[in-house]
T-cell receptor, first 109, second 115 residues
């Protein structure tokens, strides 16, 4: 079993749709959680940190359930520019991060 | 945040040769890492670059193949030694910033093709 597992995707949605990505992790000692976005042929960029209380940044909402070891990302009112691969990242001790395989989102007009 | 630059941005190399990739950060950071991203795959941690001591390698990666230097808190190099086509990949330098929630930033990557 992989340490971090994501929805395999790909997700193809129309503009304006709401889409949700799920991620589970196996290391119960994990300390920090993030969603990264990676555009084609570019490096990953931090989208948002994920807090136990849940957090929202504009159209993006991230939630963490430590008991279930589950992380989610919700994107509302999808834009064409949201098309990218979304990586779930879990960080344990000493700052070592484990990346999920990513979920590819394509938003179509 | 941290601004990270890498050199070279890309290279095409012959089998059996070695390539050294440089990573420069615009501020002092405690933790620097080197990752590899093979085509169509996610990122895999190669090693943690430790300032003033030997790097800490992940399972499947060894110092003879991927020697790493970290002479100070803003700079690191990764060498891909005795390259084979299987080493064709994107190599990314990454740093972890300190704070309430440690955030990780990545360099633009070095796209390596081994013929």
């Amino acid at each position: 079993r992989k340490e971090v597992e994501q929805d395999p995707g790909p997700f193809n949605v129309p503009e304006g749709a709401t889409v949700a990505f799920n991620c589970t992790y196996s290391n119960s000692a994990s300390q920090s959680f993030f969603w990264y976005r990676q555009d084609c042929r570019k490096e990953p960029k931090l989208l948002m940190s994920v807090y136990s209380s849940g957090n929202e940044d504009g159209r993006f909402t991230a939630q963490l359930n430590r008991a279930s070891q589950y992380i989610s990302l919700l994107i509302r009112d999808s834009k064409l520019s949201d098309s990218a691969t979304y990586l779930c990242v879990v960080t344990a001790n000493a700052g070592k991060s484990t990346f999920g395989d990513g979920t590819t989102l394509t938003v179509k007009p | 945040s941290a601004v990270i630059s890498q050199k070279p941005s890309r290279d095409i190399c012959q089998r059996g040769t070695s390539l050294t990739i440089q990573c420069q950060v615009d501020s002092q950071v405690t933790m620097m890492f080197w990752y590899r991203q093979q085509p169509g795959q996610s990122l895999t941690l190669i090693a943690t670059a430790n300032q003033g001591s030997e790097a800490t390698y992940e399972s499947g990666f060894v110092i003879d193949k991927f020697p790493i230097s970290r002479p100070n808190l803003t700079f690191s190099t990764l060498t891909v030694s005795n390259m084979s086509p299987e080493d064709s990949s994107i190599y990314l330098c990454s740093v972890l910033t300190s704070g309430a929630y440690n955030e990780q930033f990545f360099g633009p990557g070095t796209r390596l093709t081994v013929l």
